[in-house]
């Protein structure tokens, strides 16, 4: 389990949401050649998931772009527990795991029927589009704090990132 703890600016804990899902069908070019997903495309369906939700929450990158903010990946740590092969119906789900002014981290699973296959932490930074540091926007921040993760998902297959 990760020393890191999650920051909430809520006071209504009821209103807390599951991790935000995003479904995907593995592609033929998508595989390796032992029919497999190849590992690099792993971070492409997770990018894929949080850029939809992003956009489902009114935080796209068009409108943050807009408004001189960008996300900028900072650190990423995976583990691959299981293969997919083609043709396979993926979940990916999208949680927080802690936030700060200009710092966030996300924790992100991919699963097969429910069960686990990849799972990954990814830390970003909130800058402007000079590449400055800037203060995460509130709109953005409150969209995040409805996807906490929750604490099954701090298992022995998570890995660890500093934020």
Request: hydrophobic share 45%; proline share 4%.
């Amino acid at each position: 389990m990760s020393s890191v703890k999650i920051r909430s600016t809520r006071t209504n804990l009821a209103r807390v949401m599951a991790p935000a899902s995003f479904p995907i069908r593995v592609r033929f070019y998508e595989l390796d050649p032992y029919g497999h997903v190849n590992h690099a495309t792993y971070l492409q369906y997770f990018e894929a998931a949080r850029v939809a939700w992003l956009s489902e929450v009114g935080q796209g990158l068009d409108e943050l772009k807009a408004n001189d903010v960008q996300l900028v990946v900072t650190g990423v740590a995976t583990r691959f527990l299981q293969s997919a092969v083609l043709d396979d119906e993926l979940v990916i789900e999208t949680a927080l795991v802690a936030t700060k002014r200009v710092r966030s981290q996300w924790a992100q699973n991919i699963y097969l029927d429910g069960e686990l296959l990849v799972c990954q932490r990814i830390n970003f930074a909130t800058v402007n589009t000079s590449g400055r540091p800037t203060r995460m926007p509130e709109g953005l921040g409150a969209a995040m704090n409805q996807i906490e993760a929750p604490d099954d998902w701090f298992s022995k297959h998570l890995p660890d990132l500093a934020l």
